[in-house]
């Protein structure tokens, strides 16, 4: 049976590593350093974090002064009240002034299940996408969340970290170096290519390996960097195919479907079709049956593909 | 570093330096006026209410170096009531940071001089403000930065009494008291005023906002914000303290120096005519030669 692991519990270790390694590592959280891993750190390092209680925009500011001050803070919360509860004070006291601080919105998307709406941020990759100066990385799995944990603490400005506790498998090749705008691709084929972020990388290949029994080859890219997109490897993967796909568990709007769009809107006559959360809040439900429910799973995938080639075929 | 002519601790600031320092102040009020110019919509009122207390600062307590002003041990001040920045240009100019030419500049496009304080622009200044509330935690952050390399650097974070409306500051509040942390000092403009009217008049209860910070954990000093002995009294009373932050609860009047700006809520953000321009520029120069002449 394949090993799985939710990409925070790799998070949680790579920030203790990187701890070990650099003094000018702080790490604060809000009241869930056990579920956002940060724990690791703060029993390790108790002199650099820092539970600033369920006060997640005194967090955020605090951070910024420490940034502005030597320090490169790392912010835990969920990711809902990351982003969307400090907007505001991410983007006048972090992003404005381009300060290192580091956002690790924890249990993010669909797939933080059963608490609900309330707590499911489908719309944190938009929000955090368009503030000038930020870097936005969504990690595939664990392997990708390790090194992007290191990477992201020596990039001089702002970065949102997207990661979720839904179990996924190892996606990424033995001796993956991850690169900021780097779009690996994970597997080719030439009839269409299928845009992938986070959890849905390995929904995606699954999917690929479905739609190859309807003699349909998918090329899957991982789109683990949104923000800066690369957007030459979006238009050099997209050349040649009946149709791309963006597959996310995130609204459609401003998310992966409309990072990808918007280059292809510029560059490329490719015809996009964009599968995530269709303008609309979560529900309670396990992380599968939400991923179902919202055709999310690799055999929902394979009957969007399929459905959208009929179409484009008439 | 720049050292100022301290008294020792403990006594009181000598009436020669208290005068110096009100120069100082009267100087600053009226260049805060001079960069603002007629015709255009500035915060005067918030502005010429905490002029003596920044004169305080950047000219008796504060060590810095306006040569390198992101030397690692200077004292920090953050304006967190964003939009009384000009009051710190004001200050920021007169200490070497900038030529006082630049002031003119104040809001033009292009400007190093933003209409609210922009770290990234501005030499002295020392985070992003102009969404009220957030201060107090940035200047948090700061002290937090000192504990942990072991600097020895104060913080000093200027908030205005409407500002304290934003909940944030309570939960900064509760932060820096549960952190023990004795090198930030909180001042609070307490103009009374804000944008449309008493401060107190909304549905915001305030009062008695000494006994808000005491309730959150603080040692607490309420003064007169235009009286500079007490100014330099409480700023030092606030560097001697080993157990807790402190706040110095600042009563001041918005406008203060210009006698028909003074108490008007609708000078919070707006423009003088030339006619009120020349007035208040006329009663800050009179004030100004006055206190020069008393100097001599």
Request: hydrophobic share 40%; proline share 5%.
């Amino acid at each position: 049976m394949t090993t799985r692991t939710e990409t925070r519990m790799a998070y949680g270790e790579a920030l203790l590593e990187l701890g070990q390694q650099r003094s000018d590592i702080a790490v604060l959280d809000a009241d869930l350093y056990n579920s956002t891993r940060s724990v690791l750190f703060g029993k390790a390092f108790p002199n650099r974090f820092f539970d600033i209680g369920i006060a997640e925009q005194d967090l955020i500011s605090t951070a910024a002064g420490l940034a502005a001050n030597g320090f490169v803070p790392f912010c835990n919360s969920f990711a809902i009240f990351l982003t969307g509860r400090c907007y505001d004070q991410i983007r006048t006291q972090v992003a404005y002034p381009s300060l290192p601080v580091k956002l690790a919105g924890s249990s993010a998307g669909l797939t933080e299940g059963p608490d609900g709406a309330s707590h499911q941020s489908l719309e944190d990759i938009t929000l955090m996408r368009v503030l000038p100066n930020m870097t936005v990385i969504v990690p595939a799995d664990d392997v990708e969340t390790k090194q992007a944990t290191a990477a992201i603490a020596n990039i001089p400005g702002p970065v949102y970290l997207r990661l979720g506790r839904y179990p996924v498998p190892t996606v990424m090749p033995p001796g993956y170096k991850f690169e900021v705008g780097q779009l690996p691709r994970l597997r080719d084929g030439g009839d269409i290519v299928i845009f992938a972020t986070g959890h849905m990388v390995s929904k995606s290949l699954e999917a690929s390996e479905l739609l190859e029994q309807e003699h349909i080859a998918a090329r899957v890219v991982n789109v683990s960097t949104i923000k800066p997109m690369n957007g030459a490897a979006i238009l050099r993967d997209s050349e040649g195919m009946r149709l791309a796909f963006t597959v996310e568990e995130h609204s459609v709007i401003g998310g992966l479907g409309g990072a990808i769009a918007e280059v292809l809107a510029a560059g490329a006559s490719t015809p996009l079709v964009r599968l995530g959360v269709q303008d609309m809040f979560g529900e309670s439900g396990f992380a599968d049956e939400l991923l179902q429910k919202h055709g999310l799973q690799p055999g929902g995938i394979r009957d969007s593909v399929l459905k959208a080639l009929a179409t484009a075929g008439r | 570093m720049m050292g100022h002519t301290h008294s020792m601790p403990g006594q009181p600031v000598s009436s020669a330096e208290i005068a110096h320092l009100e120069k100082l102040a009267a100087e600053m009020r009226l260049r805060i006026v001079r960069m603002m110019g007629p015709n255009k919509a500035h915060h005067f009122g918030g502005s010429l209410s905490l002029t003596d207390v920044v004169a305080a600062l950047y000219f008796y307590k504060m060590s810095y170096n306006p040569q390198d002003p992101r030397d690692p041990g200077r004292d920090r001040f953050l304006m967190s009531k964003g939009h009384s920045v000009p009051a710190q240009y004001a200050a920021l100019a007169m200490a070497g940071f900038f030529p006082l030419d630049e002031l003119a500049t104040l809001k033009q496009l292009g400007s190093r001089l933003q209409g609210h304080p922009a770290m990234q622009y501005t030499p002295g200044l020392e985070g992003c403000t102009g969404s009220l509330g957030q201060g107090l935690s940035f200047a948090n952050g700061m002290a937090l930065a000192a504990r942990i390399k072991g600097l020895k650097y104060r913080v000093y974070c200027l908030l205005g009494d409407g500002e304290l409306h934003e909940g944030q500051v309570w939960e900064a509040a509760m932060t820096a008291s549960r952190c023990c942390l004795t090198s930030l000092t909180a001042i609070v403009d307490a103009n009374r005023l804000k944008a449309m009217d008493d401060a107190s008049a909304c549905c915001k209860a305030l009062a008695p906002v000494g006994d808000r910070w005491a309730g959150f954990g603080w040692l607490v000093r309420e003064i007169d914000g235009h009286n500079m002995a007490e100014i330099c009294a409480a700023l030092d009373w606030a560097s001697r303290l080993e157990d807790r932050p402190s706040v110095i609860v600042a009563h001041t009047v918005k406008g203060k120096g210009v006698s028909f700006i003074e108490n008007q809520p609708g000078f919070h953000n707006s423009s003088l005519n030339d006619e009120q321009y020349a007035r208040a520029v006329e009663e800050l120069e009179a004030n100004l030669k006055t206190r020069s002449e008393a100097r001599q």
